[in-house]
């Protein structure tokens, strides 16, 4: 059920961020990964997910991406950078310093 919910959580902040960034901009991309981060950061701190869960989970993300493919492409860099991504996290490293060393921000 915990589950579930997570999931509903997710869809909604998907379509709400799919219509707030209709121009692609550097604004855009660093938005766009902090905000991938800050969904890794909650599945490892709150939901206590898998890395497996959190790939399923962020890969969603993506795949929902549909106003400017260009922002899949780049939400599917940080997929494949996620154990960068989580291992900066567990090391208190803010998602605004990682999207700045993945060259987003």
Not at 8 to 17: D, T
Not at 23 to 40: F, P, Q, W
Not at 48 to 54: A, D, E, P, Q, R
């Amino acid at each position: 059920m915990y589950k579930k919910y997570i999931i509903s959580l997710f869809l909604l902040s998907i379509v709400s961020y799919s219509l707030s960034y209709p121009i692609e901009n550097n604004n855009t991309k660093c938005n766009l990964c902090k905000d991938v981060v800050e969904i890794i950061d909650a599945q490892i701190h709150v939901a206590n997910s898998t890395i497996g869960i959190i790939e399923e989970i962020v890969k969603g993300f993506c795949n929902h991406l549909t106003i400017l493919p260009i922002q899949k492409k780049e939400c599917l860099f940080l997929l494949d950078h996620i154990q960068d991504i989580i291992n900066w996290i567990m090391q208190g490293i803010s998602p605004g310093d990682i999207c700045v060393k993945l060259g987003f921000c």
